[in-house]
């Protein structure tokens, strides 16, 4: 009893006749002498390579679309590759950039405190002014200026 692969490739007689270039009655004199294998009214590849061992059953057409499947194959793993290691980055530009989000809103806050603090500075010589010596104002405006170019205050 033989037994049929589900992957076994059937030929009409002519398509068989084509692959081995000759003709459909030589195909059919082979099939009635038991030298070539039939299922279902279709010769099978399997029973064409035991017939014929040194002929390839593969054209420069099969060659081709094999060929051409293979860049395919390669190229949707490629592919998936790409869109893996596309999405790896984008989850490390997001980290990348939530990071830098939070060390700007840290400056910012800091950047807020010495503004507070030029301002205090600010406020606190003038009052000093108010009770300081007529010698010692000339440096203490000197001093003020320079807060107020700093602070950028106007």
């Known amino acids: 009893m033989v037994l049929w692969r589900a992957s076994v490739i059937k ?11 000759v003709s459909r009655a030589h ?14 009214g279709y010769v099978t590849t399997d029973s064409i390579r035991l017939a014929y061992p ?27 590759v790409a869109d893996l ?9 997001i980290n990348i950039v939530t990071a830098l989000k939070s060390k700007l809103y840290k400056e910012e806050l800091r ?5 507070m603090v030029f301002e205090e500075l ?20 000197k001093l003020q200026y320079w807060i107020k170019i700093q602070s950028n205050l106007n």
């Open 11 to 21: 030929l009409s007689v002519s398509q068989a006749a084509r692959k081995l270039g």
């Open 27 to 40: 195909i059919q004199t082979q099939i009635n002498l038991g030298k070539l294998q039939t299922h279902e």
């Open 54 to 80: 040194k002929i390839s059953l593969y054209s420069e057409q099969d060659k081709y679309i094999q060929k051409m499947q293979q860049i395919k194959s390669d190229a949707m793993f490629k592919a998936g």
């Open 85 to 93: 290691t596309k999405q790896e980055n984008e989850e490390k530009l």
């Open 111 to 115: 950047n807020e405190h010495y503004v």
């Open 122 to 141: 600010y406020s606190r010589l003038n009052i000093f002014e108010k009770c300081c010596h007529t010698q010692d104002k000339e440096s203490l405006h």
